[in-house]
């Protein structure tokens, strides 16, 4: 005789879901122990960083401390933590972002039940908001995709025309589009309550060829080259025109000598020993006088060669070169000295 054992399918529907759950379960508490170890170094730098921002707080070295609460409140967020870096950011009158910290301290320590801390915090919040600078940011005719950051961050549409609290300092706003010209400007909050706002224009179409959403591309190598080539020429003139005053120097104190040395030959016309002392002085001021005009011709005549150089290797964007450079490159100086009288002459085409 044949016996067939049967086993109810109503008995094998609860093993099947029993072995999952032990495969979840198990599955469940390899993942919370491998990641037990980085929670536990979470905590631990946490804890580290948050006694470290204490003593610097201590020591008034706020703008040290604060960073360090907020990565402290980043690896192990809590109330306690949110309450030190609100007092930190007050202190050191960052009055915005206090009072933010405050109000995300009060929420979290509802959280925990610690009505203690929710009503410290929810107190020193109401205390520094009659105290928020605000920034409003307008946008006049919004792009198609246009994004709008402040200091970096990006803002939402619905925030625009709303005046936002922010710290005392300077803040940088920055709209730019897909084809669009990027507009950005600074704007300065001086002092807690100030009240200002940044106007975004109509955001122009970008040039033909220029990267979407940014100004137009560099200058080419030949404008740059052009500025430079304006910077040497001005320089060239500057030299140039010192070389001028040099060689007029030149010529007023050889004026001069020839009349001291005229004056000298009137007194005493023959060579040798002169009895007058007035005509003595007069030869020894020509003598020094004519030293003075020979330098100053020669530091004039070298000041003008160089400056004309300068002007004349000076690159150009242009095909035609300015006038200037092209009296440079005619302009010669001639001084005349013919023992009676000293000139300067400047013979060129203009």
């Not at 801390?117 to 105290?131: D, G, N, V, Y």
């Not at 940011?137 to 925030?159: L, M, Y």
């Not at 004039?300 to 150089?309: M, N, Q, S, V």
Request: proline share 5%.
């Amino acid at each position: 005789m044949t016996y067939h054992h049967v086993v109810s399918s109503s008995r094998l529907v609860p093993t099947a879901r029993a072995a999952r759950r032990a495969t979840f379960a198990l599955t469940l508490a390899a993942v919370v122990l491998r990641a037990a170890p980085a929670l536990a170094g979470d905590e631990a730098a946490a804890e580290a960083l948050f006694l470290e921002a204490k003593k610097l707080a201590a020591e008034g070295k706020l703008a040290e401390a604060c960073p360090k609460f907020a990565e402290s409140n980043r690896l192990d967020r809590g109330a306690g933590t949110l309450i030190h870096l609100a007092d930190c950011y007050e202190k050191n009158h960052q009055t915005a972002s206090a009072w933010a910290t405050f109000r995300e301290a009060s929420s979290a320590a509802q959280g925990l039940g610690r009505a203690d801390w929710e009503k410290l915090a929810s107190s020193r919040a109401a205390a520094l908001e009659p105290r928020l600078a605000r920034l409003t940011i307008k946008v006049i005719e919004p792009a198609e995709s246009i994004a709008v950051t402040r200091d970096g961050a990006p803002t939402s549409q619905a925030s625009w025309g709303v005046a936002i609290p922010v710290d005392v300092g300077t803040h940088t706003v920055v709209a730019s589009a897909p084809g669009r010209r990027s507009f950005k400007t600074s704007i300065v909050i001086r002092t807690d309550g100030d009240r200002d706002e940044v106007v975004v224009p109509k955001l122009e179409a970008a040039p033909a060829g220029s990267a979407s959403g940014a100004p137009a591309g560099p200058a080419p190598a030949d404008a740059d080259s052009g500025t430079r080539g304006s910077t040497q020429r001005t320089i060239g003139f500057v030299v140039g025109g010192v070389g001028i005053a040099g060689l007029a120097v030149g010529a007023v104190t050889g004026l001069i000598a020839i009349g001291k040395n005229n004056d000298s030959k009137q007194v005493c016309p023959d060579s040798g020993a002169c009895g007058s002392s007035a005509a003595v002085d007069a030869a020894d001021s020509a003598k020094k006088l004519g030293t003075v005009s020979t330098i100053a011709f020669i530091a004039g005549g070298l000041g003008l060669g160089f400056g004309a150089a300068l002007v004349l290797t000076a690159p150009s964007s242009t095909e035609r070169a300015p006038a200037a450079a092209k009296a440079a490159r005619s302009l010669r100086v001639v001084p005349s000295t013919d023992g009676r009288s000293a000139g300067l002459s400047f013979l060129g085409a203009f």
